[in-house]
């Protein structure tokens, strides 16, 4: 597999989307990002502020001034994000109400019907993303069989296996629309969705056929909090990540309270979410695999901090990113000492004749 230069610094604006200038527009926010050194932008599909995800399915035309705001201000459109949506694709009845508000008004209360509106929202960003020329969209799974987690009270036999297949025939519909449109789904891997972990993903994609774009936007942070592998998680699903946010985590057991982190708020958890730079990820790592293994997506900022500042997260993040983008090599290292061969020369070498 040839390696490959990642594109960067680039920064979800799901965070940073507000009432007030300079994040009340995308042109506002595109030329904030600009300015603090930022080449891309994640996009929330849901802020009617920044974005018409319904608009894009149905105008080129649209798309394409989205496309040169953007350029005016200096940035380039890394992917629509659908989390919230994807969220509505799945949820367990203990979490309705939790997840009613990332619906309209119309069907809150209504589980059905908000499944078929989310549904909707999914594949118009189907269409969307191929309007755009993107390659990636990301997502969240939704869940139901989060509030199984841990098995007690024992699970009965078939309960995960039943969420799992209901889970693949909710999205498969989907991801043939993904499909079509030439986009890869990207799905974060992510506690409180059913795709938590390396496990679950792989459940999903059996039961899926190993759809060819069921893939994943890989979060290192996540992996952090369940004390997971997560370098070790790119040599296994390196052919799968086709999304990356760049997001810093911690995780400080003590004797008090581990991975569950005891109800705690964020600031007091064992393990919580920290500006870049600021926790344990092993970005250098990080980087030289993705490199390593030939992928050329975003390296996008998805800024969450208990103790920091958002502005000051986001100033620091675009020098961090761009530190750490490894411009892959064009020629071996020791090329300067290569002598030559040829056919019969490597054979008196082996003693071959």
Known sequence: ????????????????AGDAA???????????AADLGYKGVQIPSWDAR????????????????????????GVALTELSTHLQGQLIAVNPAYDLAFDGFAPEAVRGKPAERQLWAQQQLL????????????????????????YLYPWPQRPAGLIETAFDELARRWRPILDAFDAAGVDLCYEIHPGEDLFDG??????????????????????????????????????????IKAFHAKDAEFNPTGRQGVYSGYAPWAERAGRFRSLGDGQVDFSGIFSRLSQYGFDGWAVLEWECCIKDSAQGAAEGAPFIESHIIEVA??????????????AAIRKMLGLG
């Open 199 to 240: 496990t679950t993903f792989e459940m999903f994609l059996d039961r899926l056929g190993q759809h060819p774009r069921c893939n994943i936007l890989y979060d290192p942070s996540h992996f952090v909090l369940q004390q997971l592998d997560y370098l070790a998680f790119i040599d296994i699903y390196h052919s799968r």
């Open 50 to 73: 920044l974005f018409d995800l319904q608009r894009a399915a149905e105008s080129k035309t649209y798309c394409d001034e989205v496309l040169g705001t953007l350029a005016a201000a």
């Open 124 to 147: 118009y960003a189907a269409k969307a993303s191929a309007n755009l020329d993107l390659r990636a969209h990301a997502t969240f799974s939704g869940a139901l069989a989060w509030p």
């Open 1 to 16: 597999m040839a390696m490959k230069t990642m594109r960067g610094p680039a920064i979800f604006l799901a965070q940073f």
């Open 22 to 32: 300079p994040f009340n527009t995308l042109a506002n926010i595109a030329g904030w």
């Open 330 to 343: 064009s020629r071996a290292f020791d090329d300067f000492a290569d002598g030559g061969s040829d056919h």
